[in-house]
Each structure stands twice: as C-alpha cells, then as structure tokens.
C-alpha cells in the first residue's frame, strides 16, 4: 500500500436543474446534501437510467475547505427523537 493518507470517497447523487451545467449541479448537489464545497472536478463516465429516462453522470471531486460535514437526517430516521442513534456519519482525518 502507497504511503501516505487514504483517499475518501462517497457518493451523492441529484438531478440537473433546467439551465444548469453538469459542474454546477455537482457543486450544488454536494453543498446541499452535505454543506461541502469542491473543487477540481474530473468527469468520469455516464451511463443511461432507464427508469427516469435519466442519464447518470459521474464525477471525481477535492474537497475545497473545511472537512465539516452538516448533513440532516432524512425525516423517516428522525421519528422519535433517536436519528443520532440510527445514523452515524463515519469520516477519518489525515494527520
């Protein structure tokens, strides 16, 4: 194994507003789901979606900034007051 830190990745998905531009649906679409902010994009392939008559497109990003991940539970695992304890967002920091 290489030296050095360990990449991470993940996975965000969202759909391209009328107008918008596939870079500017990624920036969007991650600061919305996870209030982080990228830099650098890298296309990576596409493929069709048959079920929306959609395209998936996928990219390769950097983070730009703080690390800080501000994500809200989807409202079906926030029943109950108990969504800290169902879900967990698992991240690891390079020294």
């Given at each position: 194994?290489?030296a ?22 990624v ?8 209030g982080?902010k ?9 493929q ?5 008559d ?21 409202s ?20």
């Open positions: 194994m290489p050095g830190p360990i990449p991470n990745f993940a996975l965000i998905a969202g759909f391209t507003e009328i107008g918008e531009t596939l870079e500017e649906t920036h969007r679409e991650v600061m919305e789901e996870v982080l990228v830099k650098n994009l890298r296309y990576y392939k596409n069709p979606w048959s079920f929306s959609s395209l998936l497109v996928g990219f390769f990003a950097e983070l730009d900034g703080s690390p800080e991940i501000t994500a809200t539970p989807p079906w695992l926030q029943q109950n007051g108990t969504a800290a304890q169902r879900c967990r967002i698992i991240r690891s920091t390079s020294a």
